[in-house]
Nanobody, 120 residues
Framework: QVQLVESGGGLVQPGGSLRLSCAASGSISGIYAMGWYRQAPGQGRELVARVSSGGSYYSDSVKGRFTVLGDNAKNTVVLQMSSLEPADSAVYYC???????????????WGQGTQVTVSS
């Protein structure tokens, strides 16, 4: 089993920066993509950024402001957020996609989430 633990959330003023970290532990083999989703109250869970062997992805709303970085040696993924806006306020969830063999199904793994609040 894989466990994902997020850290780094908190309260920040508009225009400020935060750095979210996600540490993966356990059966980490077969993970081919890691990233971040977010969910605001009453809203669906939104893919924010993802990194994989095929490259990186950013939603249009965060492109140019957020950077997702993967560190295979540390089994972590980091989301560097800058120029934060109130609309960025949400619970941010670390996500990992794992496939243990070509014939195995792909599993989506989730952290518990960390709150990000952008407010003056």
């Amino acid at each position: 089993q894989v466990q994902l633990v997020e850290s780094g959330g908190g309260l920040v003023q508009p225009g400020g920066s935060l750095r979210l970290s996600c540490a993966a532990s356990g059966s980490i083999s077969g993970i081919y993509a890691m990233g971040w989703y977010r969910q605001a109250p009453g809203q669906g869970r939104e893919l924010v950024a993802r990194v994989s062997s095929g490259g990186s992805y950013y939603s249009d709303s965060v492109k140019g402001r957020f950077t997702v970085l993967g560190d295979n040696a540390k089994n972590t993924v980091v989301l560097q957020m800058s120029s934060l806006e109130p609309a960025d306020s949400a619970v941010y969830y670390c996500n990992a996609q794992r496939k243990t063999s070509p014939s195995a199904p792909t599993y989506f793994l989730w952290g518990q989430g960390t709150q990000v609040t952008v407010s003056s």
